[in-house]
Structures are given as C-alpha cells and as structure tokens.
C-alpha cells in the first residue's frame, strides 16, 4: 500500500511541475505567481494524494472482508464435507451387505469392513485391481458384464477356503460416471441353507407318508380280492392297515409338535419338578414293553434336587429317550435314568446298553428324518422326528442336549437344564 501511495503522490508532482512550467514558458508575464501557484499545486497533490490513500484504504478494507467472508464459506464448506464423509463411512461400516466400487482402470477404489470380513482382506486391497485382491473368475467376468452392459448384473459366488460363504452380487455402472462399477454382495450362506433344508423336508414327509399310504392301499386292495371266509388272511391284513394308520398318526403327531415349537406357539409353564417322580412316572410307561423284551429300567436320582422345567415338555423328551434306547438295545441289558447336579445345572441322562452309534452320524443324529439305520427304523415303527423334538423341547427351556456314544459301547443322551431355586416359576412362551 505504500508503494501505491508513493506512486500516486509522485504522479500529482509531476503534473505540478509541468502546470509550473507551462506557465513559465508560455506565459512569461505570470512568472510573479509561481511561488503562490507552486504552493497551491503541492497543496492540491497532497489533498490528491489523500483522497487516493483513502480510496485505497476503502478497497483494501472491502478486500480484506470479502476474503473474511470467502473464508468462512470455505470453513463451512468443509465442515459440511466432513460431516458428510464421516456419515458415510458410519453407514459402509455399520452396513452388513458388502459394498465395493472399481475405478475407471479397475482399480479398488472403496471397499466397506463387511466385505473384507467376508473375503477375508486386508487393509491393502485400496489400490489394489480386483483380481489381484479377490481372486475369482466368476466375480471379474460378473464385473465385466456389469461394466460393459447399461443393465445391473446379478450372480451367485461360491467362495472356498476357511470360510465358505455363498454370496448374491450385484454389480452397475456408477450412475454419473459409467467407467465405474459399483457392487453389493449379500451373504446368502444361511439362506440357501434354510432353502435346502426345506426342499430335504418336503422330500422326506412326503417319503415317509408314501409309505405307510402305500400300505394301507395295498393292503386295501388285497382284502377287497381276498376269499371272504378266510379269516387269517383278513386278520394279517387288517393288522398291516393298523399299524401304517398308527405311523400315520404318530408322523403327524410329531409333525405338528415340531411345527408347534418351531413356531413358538407352544407356550411352556416352567416350574420346579422332583426329578424323581418325574424319572419314576416315564419308567412306568415302558416297563410292560421292557419287560417282554427282558429289558430292566433303573431310574436313578437322588431325592432333593429339582429340576426347573415344563412338565409335559420334560416328559416328552425323556419319554422319547427312552423309548429309543428300549426299542434299539438288546434283550437282557438295562436303561438307567440318572440325574447329576454340576454346578446351578441337573444333567439328565439315558444310558442304554444297545449296539452305540458311529461317530460319523453323532452330529447329524437330531436332524430331523436323520436315520442311522433307516431300514431298520421303519421296521420298529419310528417317524424320524424324534430327536429333533427332543432338541427344540430342551431348547426352549433353556438347556441343551448331547449324545456320546461308540459301537459296542451303548448310547448316552445327556439333557442338561438348569437347578430350579425355591419358589421359582416362570412361563416361556
């Protein structure tokens, strides 16, 4: 500003001097006034002068606040756009759907935590290109078509390793920018899951009506054609259509129980139980089947303890227990019912002395329609649901249930639920 100001004061004392000359030179007969013309012309530069100086002040103030104000706009600007990026980082972090965008050369230019859960990356695939990252042919010709066709991309990725998943992707162009592929992936893994279990459900109720169905029909058809006068051939088939019917009964049964939990329509009231009286009333309804088989029943527990659950729930578990391990053992061997405290929790167990379970089939064995032996379990009359019951029953009182066995050595089916405190009672929907 002084710089300015210097120039312009210099500038007014130059047109001065040429005013005092011209008057010297052309008009001669003036040169008396030139002191007082002098005079007035430095008095009229510095007046100049100053005007300008204030001018110059006023441009340089409403500079100096026009930049003020420039500066909180450009304050305000970025705060919005921090906001704004951190609200869009919460939500790519907070998101369960993985999200991942390629730049116009393929690069990874953005990649959420979901998705690196998913796949298993590290922090460095940013940069990265995608095949160099995620190494899958199905994924990059997915993200080709995405990138060279106007229309959304949708595929399912099977990914091995440590961690299989099944994953939905669906894969654009960036709106506004159409060198850019934006994708989504939807781990389905539980889904698709559910869906085969439902397709294996469906297939195995209709198997297991079919044959008793096809029984009875034939059953049916033979005493329709079969001499009225022949009484043993009636009985025997008369026989066959009472017992499918019962299977019959019994699968639907089961079926709507299962459907009943599953559902949790059933409502169970749980209470304190005398785990003895509850051991001694089970046992009663097998002792005449146990007996023809020369089976003994040993209920085993000590008076005290009780066990905090629903009564007919427990019944049912152990009533199912139990009549697996009379129908499966041998004949002259025993089925002990025995209760154990460990810690706040009653374990509850049926140990049977029958021909045991291989190992391979011990994690698939409270699958519903699961069968160790499926020949031999239609020739005893079981409907496969057993077990599965007698694992959401358990559940839905809170406890758990295991199995141990080895061939040769017996079966044991463990029912661990919790020690019920005096005076407690609750019902669990």
């Given at each position: 500003?002084?710089?300015?100001?210097?120039?312009?004061?210099?500038?007014?004392?130059?047109?001065?001097?040429?005013?005092?000359?011209?008057?010297?030179?052309?008009?001669?007969?003036?040169?008396?006034?030139?002191?007082?013309?002098?005079?007035?012309?430095?008095?009229?530069?510095?007046?100049?002068?100053?005007?300008?100086?204030?001018?110059?002040?006023?441009?340089?103030?409403?500079?100096?606040?026009?930049?003020?104000?420039?500066?909180?706009?450009?304050?305000?600007?970025?705060?919005?756009?921090?906001?704004?990026?951190?609200?869009?980082?919460?939500?790519?972090?907070?998101?369960?759907?993985?999200?991942?965008?390629?730049?116009?050369?393929?690069?990874?230019?953005?990649?959420?935590?979901?998705?690196?859960?998913?796949?298993?990356?590290?922090?460095?695939?940013?940069?990265?290109?995608?095949?160099?990252?995620?190494?899958?042919?199905?994924?990059?010709?997915?993200?080709?078509?995405?990138?060279?066709?106007?229309?959304?991309?949708?595929?399912?990725?099977?990914?091995?390793?440590?961690?299989?998943?099944?994953?939905?992707?669906?894969?654009?162009?960036?709106?506004?920018?159409?060198?850019?592929?934006?994708?989504?992936?939807?781990?389905?893994?539980?889904?698709?899951?559910?869906?085969?279990?439902?397709?294996?459900?469906?297939?195995?109720?209709?198997?297991?009506?079919?044959?008793?169905?096809?029984?009875?029909?034939?059953?049916?058809?033979?005493?329709?054609?079969?001499?009225?006068?022949?009484?043993?051939?009636?009985?025997?088939?008369?026989?066959?259509?009472?017992?499918?019917?019962?299977?019959?009964?019994?699968?639907?049964?089961?079926?709507?129980?299962?459907?009943?939990?599953?559902?949790?329509?059933?409502?169970?009231?749980?209470?304190?139980?005398?785990?003895?009286?509850?051991?001694?009333?089970?046992?009663?309804?097998?002792?005449?089947?146990?007996?023809?088989?020369?089976?003994?029943?040993?209920?085993?527990?000590?008076?005290?303890?009780?066990?905090?659950?629903?009564?007919?729930?427990?019944?049912?578990?152990?009533?199912?227990?139990?009549?697996?391990?009379?129908?499966?053992?041998?004949?002259?061997?025993?089925?002990?019912?025995?209760?154990?405290?460990?810690?706040?929790?009653?374990?509850?167990?049926?140990?049977?002395?029958?021909?045991?379970?291989?190992?391979?089939?011990?994690?698939?064995?409270?699958?519903?329609?699961?069968?160790?032996?499926?020949?031999?379990?239609?020739?005893?009359?079981?409907?496969?649901?057993?077990?599965?019951?007698?694992?959401?029953?358990?559940?839905?009182?809170?406890?758990?249930v295991a199995v141990a066995s080895k061939p040769g050595s017996g079966t044991t089916f463990v029912v661990t639920l919790k020690k019920a405190?005096?005076?407690?009672?609750?019902?669990?929907?």
């Amino acid at each position: 500003m002084t710089s300015t100001r210097a120039k312009i004061f210099s500038a007014a004392l130059g047109l001065i001097t040429v005013a005092i000359v011209v008057l010297y030179v052309v008009l001669p007969s003036q040169r008396g006034a030139l002191p007082l013309a002098a005079s007035l012309a430095v008095g009229v530069a510095f007046a100049t002068a100053r005007m300008a100086a204030s001018f110059i002040a006023r441009a340089a103030a409403d500079l100096t606040e026009a930049a003020r104000g420039m500066a909180e706009e450009l304050a305000t600007t970025l705060t919005e756009l921090t906001v704004e990026r951190d609200r869009l980082r919460g939500v790519m972090a907070g998101m369960e759907e993985g999200v991942l965008l390629l730049d116009e050369r393929g690069h990874i230019a953005l990649i959420n935590t979901a998705l690196r859960e998913m796949l298993l990356l590290g922090n460095d695939a940013v940069g990265r290109t995608q095949l160099e990252a995620i190494r899958h042919a199905d994924l990059k010709e997915l993200i080709d078509a995405a990138r060279d066709g106007a229309e959304p991309v949708t595929g399912d990725l099977e990914l091995g390793g440590l961690k299989p998943r099944r994953l939905l992707v669906r894969a654009a162009q960036l709106p506004g920018n159409e060198a850019q592929v934006f994708a989504v992936f939807v781990d389905v893994t539980e889904v698709r899951k559910l869906e085969s279990m439902r397709r294996d459900f469906v297939a195995n109720v209709s198997h297991e009506l079919r044959t008793p169905v096809t029984a009875i029909r034939s059953a049916a058809e033979t005493l329709q054609t079969a001499p009225p006068d022949d009484d043993a051939v009636q009985q025997m088939f008369i026989g066959i259509v009472a017992r499918n019917a019962e299977r019959l009964h019994d699968l639907v049964e089961d079926l709507l129980d299962l459907s009943r939990i599953e559902s949790q329509k059933l409502r169970l009231a749980l209470e304190p139980l005398d785990t003895r009286a509850v051991f001694e009333q089970v046992a009663s309804l097998f002792r005449e089947r146990a007996a023809r088989k020369h089976v003994e029943l040993v209920p085993e527990a000590p008076a005290g303890p009780r066990v905090l659950a629903d009564r007919r729930a427990l019944e049912h578990v152990l009533t199912n227990l139990v009549d697996n391990a009379v129908k499966y053992c041998g004949e002259h061997t025993r089925v002990v019912l025995r209760c154990e405290e460990q810690g706040g929790e009653l374990r509850l167990s049926v140990e049977d002395e029958g021909p045991g379970i291989e190992e391979r089939h011990l994690p698939r064995l409270f699958e519903r329609f699961y069968r160790v032996d499926a020949g031999r379990l239609r020739e005893l009359g079981g409907t496969g649901l057993g077990l599965s019951i007698v694992k959401h029953l358990t559940e839905a009182m809170g406890g758990t249930v295991a199995v141990a066995s080895k061939p040769g050595s017996g079966t044991t089916f463990v029912v661990t639920l919790k020690k019920a405190e005096p005076r407690t009672a609750r019902v669990v929907a």
